[in-house]
């Protein structure tokens, strides 16, 4: 068997990756106090989407101003 295939899984169309880490404990421990996530996986997988939406949140304020819209907000508040 080719090595590639021995460090993914396949679950339902999604490829998941095995990997190590070293994380401090109290960072981990109350990350998943804070978020009652229940497992080491689920805090890690929050923690990452939560770090991508902050970044895209923080690349499109650049935009804020820069872009014209021409759309009337009372109206589709309306809808």
């Not at 899984?9 to 804070?34: C, G, Q, Y």
């Not at 996986?41 to 872009?67: D, H, M, P, S, Y």
């Amino acid at each position: 068997m080719h090595k590639k295939f021995l460090k993914y899984m396949h679950i339902n169309n999604e490829v998941f990756m095995r990997t190590t880490l070293d994380l401090p404990e109290k960072l981990l421990e109350d990350a998943m106090k804070s978020s009652k996530c229940k497992t080491k996986t689920e805090v890690i997988k929050a923690a990452l989407k939560n770090f991508i939406q902050q970044n895209r949140i923080k690349e499109l304020k650049k935009f804020k101003g820069k872009i014209k819209i021409d759309i009337d907000l009372d109206s589709l508040r309306q809808r």
